[in-house]
Structures are given as C-alpha cells and as structure tokens.
C-alpha cells in the first residue's frame, strides 16, 4: 500500500470516529485568484495532511460564495471523489469573492487539558493518570478570495462567529517578499497568542513545506511574508468551550486561509 493511500485510510477511519483527523486539515484550492473578465471558477477541496495533497473528499460541507456586495451565494453542484471534492461557481460581476466551506461540525471524541493546554485523546499520547476528560466535537472551516476585475472589501468582511482569519491586507494583492497583515478573530474578538502555521505548495518539490511558525499578538493581529511567488495556506487551530445548545460542551476549531502571493 502506497503512503498515500496509507493516510487516506487513516483519515477515513478518524473521520469515522477515530482519532487521527485533528492532525489534518481543510482547504479550498480555486482554479484561479485572478480570474480576470472570466465568468467562473472551479474549486477542489479536501482533507489533508499536506497542504494542497488531497487526502479524503470533504462531504457534508456547506459550500458557498460570498459576492462582492457581501451575500452569500451559491456554489455549483458538488462532485465526491474519494480523494476530493470538486464544484464550480459562477462569478457573474467584478469583485472579490470569499470561497468558503462553510462551518463543518465534524466527529466527536474527548480531549484533556495540560496546563493550559488542550489536548485531543489519542492524537499526543494518551491523557495522564486523573487527567479530566470532556467531550469534544471538531469544526472546519477553509477559505479563500478570487477577484474578478479590481478587488473590493465587502467579502473580507468577518462573519463573527467561530474561528476565522481578517485579511487586512488584500489577499489578492499579496506580493512575494512583502508583509502580508492579518487579524485572528474567535467569535468576532481578537484572539491573543495563536500558533499559525504558513505552508507553501512548492514545499513538495523543494522540501520546504513550513514557510514559518507565527504567534499572534494581543490584538489578534500577525503577518506573514511569502519569500516565493506561490500558493500557501495559514493554518491555525484553537479549542475550548462550545456555544450554549451545542452537541458537546467543547469544540475543537480549524481553520484555513489560501492565497496566492504574486
């Protein structure tokens, strides 16, 4: 069995209700960011473990556009493959796009804290002896901007709720070499002292997978600096208490950002 399918299987069975599917991640991958006068894009999506290598096909996602006026609109009909997911989305006026998952409630499972640190059981070793245990369901959610024509703001604008990455710099007018600011919100509030990761797809040819390692500070806010033209993806994580009415009194929060820096 080839390594890929190896991780294929593994994350099916997580995905199923085992424990393995925190060390993964969502994302969105558009045709293009600068569609130009097109009047449409195709996007792939998928769990993976690699950014950019698709894994398992991401079902049951909400998938959506929202437009350039800040409403939501719909994406084409969805096609699962095993190893990812695939749609196309009319892009009828010039604009930015958000393309989004959606929020995707995933498995449940239990996690324990270490300090003030939470941990999924069985993802960093088994919890320690007295260790507290609570249920724990995972959230995901991927995103990225496609502009038609000349950029605009209005879907950049936070939804406010969950976990979620404001592009202070236009996603779409990210330069290679350059800062790129950004703010890490959780429920619409800054979100202090986040680890984010920044992955480059041309890691897979050159071994440099981890552009760098941030932390995001008391205001939420970070930046990143892409040295090679290329497609990255930030990813961060974050876990804690649940809102009232949830199916578990903990969720455990993923979230993605691609872009494309020129």
Do not use: C
């Not at 502009?147 to 604008?157: D, F, H, N, S």
């Not at 290679?176 to 619409?188: H, I, K, P, Q």
């Amino acid at each position: 069995m080839t390594l890929h399918r190896i991780r294929a299987a593994a994350v099916l069975l997580a995905l199923a209700g085992g424990t393995a599917a925190q060390a993964h991640m969502p994302y969105v991958l558009p045709t293009l960011f600068d569609v130009g006068k097109g009047d449409h894009i195709t996007v792939q999506s998928a769990f993976t473990e690699d950014a950019f290598l698709p894994e398992v096909a991401m079902r049951d996602a909400p998938f959506h556009l929202v437009g350039p006026d800040g409403k939501d609109l719909p994406a084409g009909p969805v096609t699962h493959l095993r190893d990812l997911s695939i749609f196309e989305a009319n892009i009828p006026v010039d604009g930015t796009y958000r393309v989004t998952t959606g929020q995707r409630a995933g498995r449940k499972g239990k996690m324990f804290k270490i300090g003030d640190k939470w941990e999924m059981r069985g993802e960093d070793g088994q919890p320690p002896a007295g260790a507290q245990q609570v249920d724990v369901q995972s959230m995901t959610l991927a995103e990225a901007y496609v502009t038609r024509g000349q950029p605009t703001e209005a879907a950049l604008k936070p939804v406010g709720k969950a976990l979620e990455i404001q592009a202070i710099t236009h996603p779409n007018g990210i330069s290679a070499g350059s800062d790129a600011a950004f703010v890490l919100l959780f429920d619409g509030k800054p979100l202090a002292g986040a680890e984010l990761t920044l992955f480059r797809s041309a890691g897979y040819y050159d071994g440099r997978k981890v552009a760098a390692q941030i932390k995001s500070d008391a205001n939420g806010k970070f930046s990143v600096k892409p040295e090679d033209a290329g497609t990255y993806l930030i990813l961060v994580r974050h876990r804690g208490a649940a809102p009232a009415g949830s199916e578990t009194p903990y969720r455990s929060y993923t979230y993605t950002l691609t872009f494309d820096a020129a």
